[in-house]
């Protein structure tokens, strides 16, 4: 066989499988390191409605991130030059979200956030092939504050790690609570140890804690405050009380109420579904993150059944639409392609042996973003 | 700030600070002795909280689970000393970094391939749960008032035996030239093997004892063992007394720098920003006063080699 029929049944095998697989999703997401959990259950639930839904002319590539901005970007640029993906989605991090998604939707791509939603991508620097399907980052944090108001505490400490979505997280709290604080503490970035904080929390006089934590630091603080003996009622965003923490805080969260936009006892069959299939999937209850995964490989399917990514008029219109079935129920899109959405107050709970979270109220109807305003797109 | 409170803070900086020296006191050994950086010492720290964490599940009790920890910290670090480090002690410091470097992948994936990517559960024992009353009036955790015993215990150990024992002789002599005690007839790769494994015991004990308190999860060990550097630079590399001046240091700069600074802002700007400026110089802190103490004494507090 020469090498010129060598090549000609390459190219020909190569014609076969680009035929098969007519879409190519990119997913960029954390699976090592310390916030690998997080990014495993955004692939999880991601793949998990690719699966149900059976079809095979999408192709998803799936790369970890290593929560590091330079590997994103590399990847990103890799999965755009050569792989050449039609859509991007998959990113944890607020700070990787920045160094991505600009680049990403300035060269045409669209970006569909299965969770980092910063503040700046959901004002001035919307883009109509940037679609954020899980929350605009201060959301979960403004319902903490609606339900601190509507509780009527008037001393709540406050608490966030000093970087842009711990300011943004004091921010949005503020925003909805509007009253006198105790006190308001930004921690290092990463910091394990809050028996200082802890302290300063006794010492305020504060008749609530609010916090926001996210990963490894949300447990050792939970754990530290729990043997402590301050004994306060305590709120958060959900992502401090998410279905693999709280395996590890253990007893230390029982009653913690958290903001969220989704729960696994949310009342509707897509979620229903989504729980269940789920469990039997991986063996495990999903997360919010599998559940914002979940949810935009759904609105993905929605909407490549009206239009190819190629024609990318109608493409954006179909997302748009978000006519699919939301694990989270009511689901739109305002005008800078962020959810209009209720956002939820949970408790935690102990079910048998397995720690997990209830709805307990509805802390905002209806709820878009505080940037909507400052964004172009009309 | 009341006195209650800034004595409650001096009392988290001990606590912190004599955690860090754990640490820092097998970091330094193995740095004195056999000229090794290790990288490698915080994924050590992290089996020790795994090792733990997996023990306390199976039986309930603590103890156990901190013996587990000591003992599985130690057999990987005599493990890791004869199969990889052994074969670098003639090598550069950039040699050592490099193949170190690799172990704490190694043993981060390695973890996770066994334990996945969730934190582990490991908490405070029954019996140390809850606050005590001291004198003066400071409800503070029991836990923590017991790691401040334990880590003072293990500072008089290290003491002792670093200048009451044999052994201690034999790894001050060490320290001092390595060709001539092997020339007096000391097994000198023994004594290697025992010291690294003495050193990774402690970082393994550290691990278990601060993984009570805090989350025990893959790459736990890597921002403590950025700290457990500084604090033997501080110290000065390869004095035992340094390393435990140095950590107290550290963890009083640290823990009353995230406080007091803050405080020191609000005086002159308005506290939204006073608590971002603040808590900005706070994690300098530590850093500055590194920085400070090189310029005082370039070789450290207890540096003996200029």
Redesign the interface.
Same mark, same amino acid.
């Given at each position: 066989m020469s090498i010129r029929t060598l090549l000609a049944a390459a190219s020909l095998a190569a014609l076969a499988a680009s035929a098969q697989a007519e879409v190519k999703v990119g997913m960029i997401t954390t699976l090592?390191?310390?916030g690998?959990?997080l990014g495993?259950d955004t692939r999880d639930g991601f793949l998990l409605a690719m699966q149900k839904a059976g079809r095979d002319d999408v192709e998803v590539i799936v790369e970890d991130d290593q929560q590091k901005p330079d590997v994103a970007v590399q990847i990103a640029d890799k999965m755009i030059q050569s792989e050449k993906v039609d859509i991007l989605t998959g990113i944890v991090w607020s700070n990787l979200a920045m160094a991505v998604v600009p680049a990403a939707t300035a060269q045409g791509k669209f970006y569909l956030s299965t969770n980092a939603a910063p503040a700046q991508l959901a004002g001035k620097g919307c883009n109509p092939n940037y679609f954020a399907v899980s929350y605009q980052n201060d959301n979960l944090h403004e319902a903490a504050g609606a339900y601190a108001k509507s509780e009527g505490f008037t001393k709540p400490f406050i608490m966030a790690p000093?970087y842009p979505a711990g300011?943004d997280s004091l921010n949005g709290f503020k925003r909805f609570y509007g009253g006198e604080l105790a006190g308001?503490?930004?921690?290092?970035l990463?910091q394990?140890?809050y028996?200082?904080?802890i302290?300063?929390i006794?010492?305020s006089g504060a008749d609530s804690i609010f916090f926001f934590l996210p990963?490894? !630091?949300g447990?050792?603080f939970l754990?530290?405050f729990a043997?402590?003996?301050v004994d306060l009622p305590v709120m958060g965003p959900a992502f401090s009380f998410d279905q693999?923490?709280l395996?590890?805080?253990?007893?230390?969260a029982l009653g913690v109420k958290n903001g969220s936009n989704w729960s696994k006892d949310l009342d509707n069959e897509a979620n229903a579904a989504f729980v269940s299939g789920f469990e039997e999937a991986y063996g495990r209850l999903p997360s919010l993150y599998a559940a914002y995964g979940y949810d935009t490989a759904n609105l993905l399917l929605s909407a490549l059944d009206k239009a190819e990514p190629s024609d990318a008029e109608a493409f954006r219109a179909a997302l748009k639409e978000a006519a699919f079935d939301s694990v989270r129920g009511e689901f739109s899109f305002d005008t800078n392609q962020h959810p209009i959405q209720d956002i939820y107050i949970r408790e935690v709970i102990q079910e048998g042996d397995v720690f997990t979270n209830k709805i307990v109220a509805t802390a905002l109807e209806d709820r878009s973003s505080a940037y909507v305003e400052e964004c172009s797109m009309k | !700030?009341?006195p209650?409170?800034l004595a409650?803070?001096v009392l988290?900086g001990l606590?912190?600070g004599v955690m860090l020296f754990l640490m820092a006191a097998g970091l330094t050994l193995i740095f004195g002795v056999m000229g090794l950086i290790n990288l490698a010492h915080g994924a050590l720290y992290m089996v020790g909280a795994f090792a733990a964490a997996t023990v306390a599940g199976l039986t309930g009790s603590f103890l156990l689970a901190l013996v587990a920890a000591l003992a599985a910290a130690a057999a990987a670090g005599a493990l890791v000393e004869t199969l990889v480090i052994r074969r670098l002690y003639a090598r550069d410091h950039l040699d050592q970094v490099l193949a170190t470097f690799a172990l704490i992948l190694i043993f981060?994936?390695g973890t996770?391939w066994v334990f996945g990517?969730?934190?582990?559960?490991l908490?405070?024992p029954d019996a140390l749960?809850?606050?005590v009353t001291l004198p003066g009036g400071i409800?503070y955790?029991l836990?923590?008032l017991a790691l401040i015993v334990i880590g003072i215990a293990v500072a008089l150990g290290l003491w002792w035996l670093n200048s009451r024992t044999r052994l201690g002789i034999r790894i001050r002599a060490g320290e001092n030239d390595r060709e001539m005690i092997a020339a007096l007839g000391v097994d000198i790769s023994k004594l290697y093997t025992l010291v690294f494994a003495l050193g990774a015991g402690l970082a393994g004990l550290a691990g278990a004892l601060?993984g009570?308190?805090?989350?025990?999860?893959?790459? !736990?060990g890597e921002?403590v063992l950025i700290l457990a550097f500084v604090v033997i630079v501080i110290g000065g590399i390869g004095s035992i007394r340094g390393a435990l001046i140095g950590a107290l240091l550290v963890g009083l700069t640290d823990?009353l720098g995230?406080?007091l600074l803050?405080e020191l802002f609000r005086l002159f700007i308005d506290?939204?920003s006073a608590?971002?400026a603040g808590?900005?110089f706070?994690?300098m802190a530590i850093y500055v006063l590194m920085a400070a103490v090189l310029v005082w004494r370039p070789t450290g507090l207890f540096g003996g080699r200029a």
């Open positions: 090592s390191g310390g690998a959990s495993i000093n300011q308001e503490v930004y921690t290092k990463g394990t140890d028996a200082s904080e302290a300063q006794r010492a990963g490894g !630091m447990i050792s754990k530290q043997d402590s003996g693999n923490i395996q590890a805080v253990g007893d230390a | !700030m009341s209650i409170l409650e803070q988290n606590q912190s981060s994936e996770r990517s969730f934190p582990l559960y908490d405070v749960s809850g606050t409800a955790p836990y923590r601060v009570a308190i805090q989350s025990v999860q893959v790459g !736990m921002p823990t995230g406080v803050p506290p939204a608590a971002t808590s900005a706070a994690s």
